[in-house]
C-alpha cells in the first residue's frame, strides 16, 4: 500500500469516475491528495452585526414562515422564506434549487450558507448546512461536468483515512526546520481540513514551498546529467584569441569579458556546453558570440550560427566578415533563398571542412546539409526556434556545445523555471558611449508636435522608424494602420525632400529586404512599419522610434522595438502615442518611461500580462504549478532554488537517510516525466 496506488482502490471509484478524474489530473492517491482547494468557505456562524456587504456567510436561525416557491421560464425557478434571527428577520432567496423546499420546515432550525447584502439585509442562499456540521471550513476544489463538488470531498476524505499514515517528508529536515514548514501530513491535511484561515494559509505556504523545490530539484538533476555528458573539449589557441580581442575596434565592456570567459571555459571542458546569452538590446552579444566562435575555429573545429530571419542571417555574415576581415575564418551564408547552383557548391566545402563558419537560418538543419567537424553551435533569438529545431542543429555534429543567444530580456522567474536546467550568462551593461534612450509618452492629441520633433532630428541628419500595429484600416478595431500613415507622412515630408518607406509581413522577402537595406543606405529617411522591424535589424543612424497605439504592445515588444534605436553614440528618442482606456494600460506606459533596464521591462510585462507572450512559444513560458505562483512567488522560488542547488552539489547527498523519501520521489517523477505535465 502507498500514495502511488490507484483511485480505483477507493469506494465508489468505478470506471466513469476513473476517466472523469484523470480529466482533472487525478490517477493515484498522491495526485487525489495533492489536488488542492482553490479556495474555503468559512462556514463559522456569524451576528449580523459582524458581516460585511456581499460577504459569504453562515447564519443560523429559525425559519419563520413556510417557504414560497415560484417557477419562471424554462428550468429556472425561485425559492423564498424568511428567517428569524433574534429579533431580525432575514429574507432568504434561493434560485434553481427548487428540492431544498422539502428542507425548509416552520420553526424548525436552520443554518444557511450564501451571499449577504448588507443594504437590504437579505442572504442570496447557495446551501443549506447540517446542524450538527463540524468543520468551520469547507474547502472548494475545481471540478468538471464528470464529477460533483461533494464527490471530490468525500474522495478525499476516503483517502486520507486510508493512507495519512503513507505520507512522508520530502523536504529534508534542515530545510524544513530553516523555512519553518510544517510537516508534509500536516500540509496536506491543513490544505484539506484546516480549523481556520490561518491554518490554511501556512499550510499553502508549506505547499508551495514543496512544489518549487521538487521541481528545482528536477531541473537540477537535469543539468548535472547535461554537464556528465559526453562533450567536446575545444582546445583553442588562446593567444591568437587574446590577438584577436585586442584587435577589435573597441575595448569589450567588463560584462563582455566575464561572458566571454565563462563560455570559453565552458568549450574547454570534456562536457557538453549548455548555455543561455542574455543581454539587452545593443549590450554586444554578437561580438561575444564571434570570440566564442573563433575560439572554436583556433581549435581545428566549425562553428554554425543560426538566425530566425533571412536578414537578420544576412546582417551576422556583413558584420562577422567586417570582424573576420584577414584571418583564417572562411564564412559562408546559406538561407532559404540561397541559390540550388551556390548551395551545391557550399555543401561539399562544408563537409570537408574547408568552410569552418557557417551562419543561416533553418536551412542549416536540412537534410543534406553535413559538417566536418562541428563544434560550436549558436543559435541567435533562440526562443524562434522550436525545440525539434534546436535539437536536429545540435545533432548535426558529435554533440557539439550550444550557445543560445537572446536579447529579450528574460526576467528572473522565467530564468529559474524554464531555463533552470541551462547554464546562463548575462550581459548586463551597455558599450561605453551609448546613451540612454529618451522615453516619452504622448496622447493621440499631440502627434502634431511630435511630428515637428521627427522633421528636426531628420534636419540633423538621422533617421526615424515609425511603427504601427495593423497593415491596413480595420473597422473592428480603433488603430492607426502603417498604409494610412505611410500616405500622410509621405504627404507631410515630402515637400522637405525626405523621403518615406513602407515596411510590412505581407510583403515578399526580398520585397522586405530591399526596402530594409534602403532604409540602411538612407534612401528613405523615414521607415513605417509593422513589427516587423521587432529583432536584429541595425542601422546606426535611426534616432527616433515612435509607435502608435502602443498601448496595444507588450512591454517586453515595445521594449525590444526601443532597442532599434539608440545603437550608436547620438541621443535617441522613443516616442510612444497611447490613449490608454484602462489602468494595466497606463502602467505600461508608465514603466516605459521609468526604465530603459530590460529585465525591469520584462518582469513588469510577465506580472501585468502573464508569461503567455513574454517568450512565444508554449515551450518557452512558465510550467503549471498546482499552488505556486512563479511570479507572485519570486522569492520563494528563488530561496527553493539555492536549496536544490545546495543539496544537489553536496557530495552523497543521495545516500542519506534523510533525503531517502526525496531521491525516491524523483525517481518516480523522473519515469513518468511529473514535471512536464
Not at 23 to 33: A, C, M, Q, R
Not at 104 to 117: H, L, N, Q, T, W
Not at 197 to 220: D, G, N, P, V
Not at 345 to 354: H, K, M, V
Amino acid at each position: 500500500m502507498g500514495l502511488s496506488d490507484s483511485v480505483t482502490v477507493l469506494p465508489g471509484v468505478g470506471p466513469k469516475r476513473v476517466a472523469a478524474l484523470a480529466d482533472l489530473g487525478i490517477t493515484t492517491i498522491e495526485s487525489l491528495l495533492t489536488y488542492y482547494p482553490f479556495r474555503y468557505e468559512d462556514l463559522r456562524v456569524k451576528a449580523l452585526n459582524e458581516i460585511g456587504d456581499q460577504e459569504q456567510v453562515t447564519l443560523k436561525g429559525i425559519v419563520a414562515a413556510p417557504p414560497t416557491l415560484s417557477r419562471f421560464g424554462r428550468k429556472k425557478s425561485r425559492l423564498n422564506f424568511r428567517l428569524l434571527i433574534g429579533q431580525d428577520v432575514v429574507p432568504v432567496t434561493f434560485f434553481n434549487q427548487p428540492w431544498l423546499k422539502k428542507s425548509i420546515e416552520v420553526e424548525s432550525p436552520i443554518m444557511v450558507y450564501g451571499r449577504f447584502d448588507a443594504n437590504r439585509k437579505q442572504l442570496n442562499g447557495m446551501k443549506i448546512l447540517s446542524s450538527g456540521k463540524a468543520d468551520p471550513m469547507a474547502s472548494v476544489y475545481p471540478s468538471n461536468q464528470g464529477i460533483r463538488q461533494k464527490t471530490i470531498q468525500q474522495l478525499v476524505v476516503a483517502a486520507w483515512d486510508k493512507y495519512h499514515t503513507e505520507i512522508h517528508d520530502l523536504v529534508p529536515i534542515a530545510i524544513k526546520t530553516h523555512y519553518r514548514l510544517l510537516d508534509r501530513a500536516q500540509m496536506i491535511h491543513d490544505m484539506h481540513f484546516p480549523k481556520d484561515l490561518k491554518a490554511a494559509k501556512a499550510a499553502r505556504r508549506s505547499a508551495k514551498f514543496e512544489e518549487f523545490f521538487r521541481f528545482q530539484m528536477q531541473l537540477q538533476l537535469l543539468k548535472r546529467r547535461d554537464e556528465t555528458q559526453a562533450g567536446i573539449a575545444i582546445d583553442y589557441d588562446n593567444q591568437r584569441l587574446k590577438r584577436f580581442v585586442q584587435a577589435l575596434p573597441y575595448e569589450l565592456t567588463a560584462a563582455q569579458k566575464r561572458v566571454v570567459n565563462e563560455i570559453c571555459a565552458d568549450l574547454k571542458r570534456p562536457i557538453h556546453m549548455n548555455r543561455l546569452l542574455q543581454g539587452d538590446v545593443g549590450s554586444g552579444k554578437t561580438v561575444v558570440a564571434a570570440i566564442c566562435m573563433y575560439a572554436a575555429i583556433t581549435g581545428g573545429y566549425q562553428a554554425a550560427l543560426m538566425a530566425p530571419t533571412e536578414i537578420l542571417a544576412e546582417q551576422h555574415a556583413n558584420n562577422l566578415q567586417a570582424l573576420f576581415e584577414g584571418l583564417p575564418v572562411n564564412i559562408v551564408l546559406l538561407t532559404g533563398s540561397t541559390k540550388p547552383a551556390v548551395r551545391k557548391e557550399i555543401l561539399p566545402r562544408l563537409a570537408s571542412g574547408e568552410i569552418n563558419l557557417i551562419i543561416g537560418t533553418h536551412a542549416l538543419i536540412q537534410e543534406g546539409v553535413d559538417y566536418h567537424r562541428l563544434g560550436l553551435v549558436v543559435i541567435d533569438e533562440q526562443h524562434r526556434f522550436g525545440v525539434a529545431q534546436r535539437q536536429a542543429l545540435r545533432q548535426k555534429g558529435a554533440n557539439p556545445d550550444v550557445l543560445a543567444m537572446t536579447a529579450t530580456p528574460i526576467p528572473r522567474t522565467l530564468a529559474i523555471t524554464s531555463y533552470g536546467e541551462m547554464d546562463i550568462s548575462v550581459i548586463d551593461e551597455l558599450p561605453a558611449g551609448r546613451k540612454p534612450i529618451t522615453t516619452h509618452w504622448i496622447k493621440n492629441a499631440q502627434i502634431d508636435s511630435a511630428i515637428q520633433f521627427v522633421l528636426r532630428e531628420l534636419a540633423a541628419g538621422h533617421q526615424a522608424y515609425v511603427v504601427t500595429p495593423l497593415i491596413e484600416e480595420s473597422e473592428a478595431v480603433d488603430m492607426k494602420n502603417a498604409q494610412a500613415i505611410y500616405e500622410r507622412f509621405s504627404a507631410y515630408f515630402a515637400p522637405q525632400h525626405y523621403q518615406v518607406g513602407l515596411l510590412h509581413g505581407r510583403m515578399k522577402n526580398d520585397e522586405k529586404e530591399a526596402v530594409m537595406q534602403a532604409f540602411k543606405e538612407n534612401q528613405y529617411q523615414v521607415l513605417v512599419a509593422t513589427t516587423v522591424i521587432e529583432v536584429g535589424v541595425d542601422v546606426k543612424n535611426a534616432t527616433v522610434m515612435m509607435i502608435y497605439d502602443a498601448d496595444h504592445f507588450g512591454l517586453a515588444q515595445l521594449h525590444q522595438l526601443r532597442g532599434r534605436v539608440g545603437r550608436s553614440d547620438q541621443q535617441s528618442y522613443c516616442i510612444l502615442i497611447a490613449d490608454p482606456k484602462n489602468k494595466n494600460g497606463v502602467d505600461r506606459m508608465r514603466v516605459m518611461t521609468e526604465t530603459n533596464d530590460g529585465f525591469v521591462v520584462s518582469q513588469k510585462d510577465l506580472e501585468l500580462r502573464g508569461s503567455g507572450d513574454v517568450l512565444g512559444k508554449k515551450q518557452s513560458g512558465l510550467p503549471d504549478f498546482k499552488v505556486g505562483d512563479p511570479i507572485a512567488d519570486l522569492t520563494m522560488l528563488s530561496v527553493a532554488q539555492d536549496e536544490a542547488k545546495k543539496l544537489t552539489s553536496t557530495p552523497g547527498w543521495q545516500d542519506q537517510p534523510d533525503n531517502a523519501n526525496l531521491v525516491s520521489y524523483l525517481k518516480q517523477a523522473e519515469e513518468h516525466a511529473y514535471m512536464f505535465d
